[in-house]
């Protein structure tokens, strides 16, 4: 297929190259995990390549909904398939958002992170829905890494599919930890950070594992 046509720059341009290898048997390429700061173009590389590449697949992409003046901001999953595969992944409102279902909702400094959503997600990402029909050539885990590795299930089921020998190619839209995003996990325990900390390096540890990274700069994942 003819790369010209996509608005990619050069990193993307290179991880782009590593998800069609994911299909070669011989590349030994099976789950792929991408990294980098917010906004370096990690969802926007998998969507255009989920676009051009045509495969079929199970799992979910986030959605960012956020008010023109930034004081509303909301995140949404849309299950793939079972959805059309998002033409933005952030949308802005002039006034206040739709009454949608968010995982996460912040109004001016008002945080809720909605567990019951990922408790969903977990049921849709598990190998009973997976399997359920023809089994999918890939699945997308659209954002992974913050405090929703904290549920059981949602954590157990990446690990059953990161376990899997026999399995589809697997992508993981993976969340870096830096100063920010851990203030924003402030209202964890002690235990809990460490709960959180400990399952993030199992699944990067993970032999089944490949790490790409679109930051420039050398950075700690």
């Not at 990619?8 to 998800?19: C, N, P, R, V």
């Not at 299909?23 to 969507?47: D, I, R, Y």
């Not at 993970?206 to 679109?214: G, M, N």
């Amino acid at each position: 297929m003819s790369k010209r046509q996509l608005k990619l720059f050069g990193s993307q341009m290179e991880i782009y190259a590593h998800l069609e290898k994911m299909f070669h048997p011989e590349a030994g390429l099976n789950t792929v995990l991408l990294t980098g700061k917010s906004g370096a173009g990690k969802s926007t590389v998998v969507q255009e390549f989920l676009r051009e590449f045509g495969v079929s697949i199970h799992g979910y992409t986030t959605v960012r909904h956020r008010s023109v003046s930034r004081q509303e901001v909301a995140f949404q999953h849309i299950y793939l398939p079972e959805s059309a595969t998002p033409p933005a992944l952030t949308i802005e409102y002039p006034n206040h958002l739709p009454d949608l279902e968010y995982f996460l909702r912040r109004v001016k400094d008002r945080v809720v992170f909605d567990r019951a959503a990922f408790l969903k997600l977990a049921d849709y990402m598990s190998p009973q829905q997976v399997f359920r029909n023809k089994t999918p050539e890939l699945m997308l885990w659209d954002e992974l890494g913050g405090e929703e590795l904290l549920i059981d299930h949602l954590f157990e089921t990446v690990k059953y599919w990161l376990d899997l020998n026999e399995k589809p190619a697997q992508i993981i839209v993976w969340k870096k930890q830096f100063r920010r995003s851990k203030l924003r996990l402030a209202h964890l325990t002690a235990e809990e950070e460490d709960i959180l900390e400990l399952r993030r390096q199992e699944i990067l540890s993970h032999p089944s594992i490949h790490i790409h990274d679109l930051d420039c700069e050398e950075s700690e994942i």
